[in-house]
């Protein structure tokens, strides 16, 4: 299994982490979200910010979104 983070092209901030499906490779997810990048950034005119759920909706034959939690442990 892979996970890749995507980034809205123009802030430069994590949308958030896609897990690939069997036999979907980086350049596949690469392109859908480039794609969906054209309609959906933070320099769009009609705030259609990017929406790593609705990406996953879809894009549901290439990955599902992944929820990640960090912990940082006490000093």
């Known amino acids: 299994m892979k996970a890749i ?22 350049g596949d997810i690469t392109n859908a979200w480039d794609e969906y990048q054209e309609f959906h950034n933070s320099n769009s005119e009609n705030w259609n910010i990017p929406d790593i759920y609705h990406f996953a909706s879809l894009n549901n034959t290439l990955c599902e979104v992944l929820d990640l939690d960090f912990y940082q442990p006490a000093h």
């Open 5 to 26: 983070q995507l980034y809205d092209k123009f802030d430069e901030e994590i949308v958030g982490t896609v897990l690939l499906k069997t036999n979907v490779d980086f």
